[in-house]
């Protein structure tokens, strides 16, 4: 066998291990993806927030 057609053998390994490698992480991928999708409603935080600064401070700081 001569050093291109060991190359070109070589080559195609490479290529069908990444392609390989490729279909696993974007199974693992959907699969998380589709784990992190909704399944009932989408409630809203709960947040209080700050009441509105009027330029004075308040007598608790």
């Known amino acids: 066998m001569d050093e291109v057609t060991l190359m070109i053998q070589q080559l195609n390994e490479r290529i069908n ?7 696993e ?3 693992r991928y ?16 709960k947040v209080m927030l700050p009441e ?5 401070h308040s007598d608790l700081r």
């Open 30 to 45: 959907e699969e998380i993806h589709r784990n992190q999708q909704p399944t009932g409603p989408v409630l809203e935080p």
């Open 25 to 27: 992480l974007r199974s």
């Open 52 to 56: 509105k600064f009027t330029g004075k």
């Open 17 to 23: 291990t990444l392609a390989a490698e490729n279909q």
